[in-house]
């Protein structure tokens, strides 16, 4: 099995920041891309931004210039730096990874539980 395990949210005022990290464990023979997602109450689950092993990154429009994505592929982590938080910001972020896992011949889609982001004054 494999695990992707978030941390890093929380209450911040507009304007200021935040850094997300996810560690994915268990048996994982290979990542590809790790990203993470977003989703407001009342609104579907959007991608933020992915980063795949290469290092190529990809960002949401609304996020671009402000948010920062990396990878340590020695420690199975991905971050989001997010900087100029906005109250339109406010979300559940989820983790996402693709990975094979050590007893599976193909890569699939795990997800973190999530944390909560919530930007007010």
């Known amino acids: 099995q494999v695990q992707l395990l978030e941390s890093g949210g929380g209450l911040v005022q507009p304007g200021g920041s935040l850094r997300l990290s996810c560690v994915a464990s268990?048996?994982?023979?290979?990542?590809?891309?790790m990203g993470w997602y977003r989703q407001a109450p009342g609104n579907e689950r959007e991608l933020v931004a992915f980063?795949?092993?290469?290092?190529?990154?990809n960002y949401a429009d609304s996020v671009k210039g402000r948010f920062t994505i990396s990878r340590d592929n020695a420690k199975n982590t991905v971050y989001l730096q997010m900087n100029s938080l906005k109250p339109e910001d406010t979300a559940v972020y989820y983790c996402?990874?693709?990975?094979?896992?050590?007893?599976?011949?193909?890569?699939?889609?795990?997800w973190g539980q999530g944390t909560q982001v919530t930007v007010s004054s």
């Open positions: 980063v795949i092993s290469g290092g190529t990154t």
């Open positions: 996402n990874a693709n990975v094979r896992a050590t007893t599976a011949w193909r890569r699939r889609d795990y």
């Open positions: 268990g048996s994982i023979f290979s990542i590809n891309a």
